[in-house]
Structures are given as structure tokens and as C-alpha cells.
């Protein structure tokens, strides 16, 4: 799988998922993966498997923490880490729109 083609599909279930983020069920939060259609699933869990950069390891960080109701990552704050998320999530938007 293409970069740009797990982004176009990554990315919208990021969304969803920061969307749903309070909804802990027994110390989980849905993750993205949970947000992926089932066409589509096997293909981007490969590609999570083969891949790794900072953006990735930060979203698995956040859900991470939301799931266990930590108040910080890495010593920043959990509100503070997710704008950062989200802010990192326009730039990916804008890099892959047009691809």
C-alpha cells in the first residue's frame, strides 16, 4: 500500500476516533483501526506493521494513554498532545489531498 492511499484512509479514522476518545470501555479507547472499513483493514494494518515515523508513534502514544486515563504523554499534557495531533492531521490532509 502507498503512502498516500493509507492516509486517504488512516486519516478519516483518526478523526472518528479523537471524536470518540472519552468512550473508555474498561481501560480502551477505540483506535483508529476500530474506525476502518473491513475492505480496507487487513491492507492498513499491514502497512502499520511494515511502517513506522514519529506521526504513527504519537497517534499510538495518545490512544494509549486515553485508554489508561493517563494525564500526560511524555510530559505534556493529554488535551495539549491532541491539538497537536490534530494539528499534524491538517498538514498530512494537505500533503495527501492532492496526491
Known amino acids: 500500500?502507498?503512502?498516500?492511499?493509507?492516509y486517504k484512509i488512516y486519516l478519516?479514522?483518526?478523526?472518528?476516533?479523537?471524536?470518540?476518545?472519552?468512550?473508555?470501555?474498561g481501560?480502551?479507547?477505540?483506535?483508529?483501526e476500530d474506525y476502518i472499513d473491513?475492505?480496507?483493514?487487513e491492507e492498513v494494518i499491514r502497512y502499520l506493521e511494515?511502517?513506522?515515523?514519529?506521526?504513527?508513534?504519537?497517534?499510538a502514544y495518545y490512544f494509549d494513554a486515553k485508554?489508561?486515563?493517563f494525564p500526560s504523554i511524555q510530559g505534556v499534557?493529554?488535551?495539549?498532545?491532541?491539538?497537536?495531533?490534530v494539528e499534524w492531521i491538517l498538514k498530512?490532509?494537505?500533503e495527501y489531498e492532492n496526491k
Open 38 to 41: 473491513p475492505e480496507s483493514i
Open 67 to 69: 485508554s489508561h486515563n
Open 92 to 94: 498530512l490532509k494537505k
Open 12 to 25: 478519516p479514522a483518526i478523526e472518528k476516533a479523537l471524536q470518540n476518545d472519552e468512550v473508555n470501555e
Open 1 to 6: 500500500m502507498k503512502t498516500q492511499d493509507f
Open 50 to 59: 511494515e511502517k513506522e515515523d514519529a506521526f504513527l508513534e504519537k497517534v
Open 27 to 32: 481501560f480502551y479507547v477505540k483506535s483508529p
Open 77 to 85: 499534557e493529554i488535551t495539549i498532545y491532541k491539538k497537536q495531533l
